[in-house]
C-alpha cells in the first residue's frame, strides 16, 4: 500500500513539473519574410546562438516552437544575413525579416585563345541562321518539306485572341487560377491555425478538452464563425476559438 501511494506521488510530482517548465517556457510563431520585397522565405533554418538547431520554416515560411526565456535564436538562410532576437514573452503572428545578402565579385576577364574542332564550320552555320533570321517574314509552314508535319497558319504564324480565345475557354481557365490563386493566399492564416498542433495542445490545456470534444468544438466553430477563414490575424482567430469553444 505503501508503495503504490509512494508511486502516485511521484507520478504527481513529475507531471506538475512538466507543466510548469512547459508554463515557463516561450512560444514563437509567425512567418520568416525577406525585409525588403516581403516575400515569404520557406525552410528558414532557426537555431540557438550556439548552434544548436531549434525549427525550420516550412514551405510557406511559417514556423513555430517553443524555447527558453532569455534564449538568443538566429534565423538563417543562404542569400541573405542572420537575424538574432531574444524574446522573453510569447509571441503570435512575427514577422521575423532578413536582409539579402549582395556581395560584388571581382572581375574575371576570359581570354579565348582555344580554336574548337570544327570552328569554321560551326560559324557559318551561325552566319547562315543570322541572314534567314533577318528577313521580314517567314512561315514555315509554307514551306513545301514541312506540309506534312506542320498545320498552315495565318500569314507569317499569328497567335488569334479576343473572341476566338474566349471561344476556346483559355481566358475562363486562366481568370478562374487566378481566383483560386487569390483564394489561397487570403486563406492562408486561418488554415495554419487549424491544422497547427501547438494551438489544439493550447486550446486542450486551456479547456481541459479530449480529442473528441476538441474536434466536435472544431466543428462548432466552423459553422458558428464560417468568415473567420479570411481573417489575416492568428491571435484574432485563436480568440473567436476560445470563445466559441467556451460556450457550451
Given at each position: 500500500m505503501?508503495?503504490?501511494?509512494l508511486?502516485?506521488?511521484?507520478?504527481?510530482?513529475?507531471?506538475?513539473?512538466?507543466?510548469?517548465?512547459?508554463?515557463?517556457?516561450v512560444?514563437?510563431?509567425?512567418?520568416?519574410?525577406?525585409?525588403?520585397?516581403?516575400?515569404?522565405?520557406p525552410?528558414?533554418?532557426?537555431?540557438?546562438?550556439?548552434?544548436?538547431?531549434?525549427?525550420a520554416?516550412?514551405e510557406?515560411?511559417?514556423?513555430?516552437?517553443r524555447?527558453?526565456?532569455?534564449?538568443t535564436?538566429?534565423f538563417?538562410?543562404?542569400?541573405?544575413?542572420?537575424?538574432?532576437i531574444?524574446?522573453?514573452?510569447?509571441?503570435?503572428?512575427?514577422?521575423?525579416?532578413?536582409?539579402?545578402?549582395?556581395?560584388?565579385?571581382?572581375?574575371?576577364?576570359?581570354?579565348?585563345?582555344?580554336?574548337?574542332?570544327?570552328?569554321?564550320?560551326?560559324?557559318?552555320?551561325?552566319?547562315?541562321?543570322?541572314?534567314?533570321?533577318?528577313?521580314?517574314?517567314k512561315?514555315?509552314t509554307?514551306?513545301?518539306?514541312n506540309?506534312?508535319?506542320?498545320?498552315?497558319?495565318?500569314?507569317p504564324?499569328?497567335?488569334?485572341t479576343?473572341?476566338?480565345?474566349?471561344?476556346?475557354?483559355?481566358?475562363?481557365?486562366?481568370?478562374?487560377?487566378s481566383?483560386?490563386k487569390?483564394?489561397?493566399v487570403?486563406?492562408?492564416v486561418?488554415?495554419?491555425?487549424?491544422?497547427?498542433?501547438?494551438?489544439?495542445?493550447?486550446?486542450?490545456n486551456?479547456?481541459?478538452?479530449t480529442d473528441?470534444?476538441?474536434?466536435?468544438s472544431l466543428?462548432?466553430?466552423?459553422?458558428?464563425?464560417?468568415?473567420?477563414?479570411?481573417?489575416?490575424?492568428?491571435?484574432?482567430?485563436?480568440?473567436?476559438?476560445?470563445?466559441?469553444?467556451a460556450?457550451?
Amino acid at each position: 500500500m505503501n508503495r503504490k501511494l509512494l508511486l502516485i506521488c511521484i507520478a504527481v510530482l513529475l507531471l506538475c513539473s512538466a507543466e510548469k517548465a512547459q508554463s515557463q517556457s516561450v512560444y514563437l510563431s509567425g512567418y520568416a519574410r525577406d525585409s525588403t520585397t516581403f516575400d515569404l522565405l520557406p525552410y528558414t533554418t532557426i537555431h540557438t546562438n550556439k548552434g544548436q538547431p531549434v525549427a525550420a520554416a516550412n514551405e510557406n515560411g511559417y514556423f513555430s516552437f517553443r524555447i527558453n526565456p532569455g534564449d538568443t535564436i538566429v534565423f538563417t538562410r543562404l542569400g541573405y544575413k542572420p537575424v538574432k532576437i531574444a524574446p522573453t514573452q510569447t509571441q503570435w503572428d512575427m514577422n521575423v525579416m532578413l536582409p539579402e545578402t549582395i556581395r560584388v565579385l571581382d572581375q574575371v576577364v576570359i581570354y579565348d585563345r582555344y580554336i574548337i574542332n570544327g570552328h569554321e564550320q560551326i560559324q557559318k552555320s551561325l552566319k547562315e541562321d543570322a541572314a534567314q533570321q533577318a528577313t521580314p517574314f517567314k512561315n514555315e509552314t509554307a514551306s513545301p518539306e514541312n506540309t506534312n508535319r506542320m498545320i498552315q497558319t495565318f500569314g507569317p504564324g499569328m497567335v488569334i485572341t479576343g473572341a476566338l480565345s474566349k471561344l476556346l475557354g483559355t481566358d475562363r481557365e486562366r481568370r478562374k487560377m487566378s481566383t483560386n490563386k487569390a483564394e489561397l493566399v487570403r486563406t492562408q492564416v486561418y488554415y495554419e491555425v487549424m491544422q497547427s498542433m501547438q494551438v489544439k495542445e493550447y486550446l486542450v490545456n486551456l479547456l481541459s478538452l479530449t480529442d473528441d470534444q476538441y474536434y466536435k468544438s472544431l466543428e462548432k466553430f466552423k459553422v458558428t464563425y464560417p468568415t473567420a477563414v479570411y481573417l489575416q490575424s492568428r491571435e484574432e482567430i485563436i480568440r473567436l476559438m476560445v470563445e466559441s469553444f467556451a460556450t457550451k
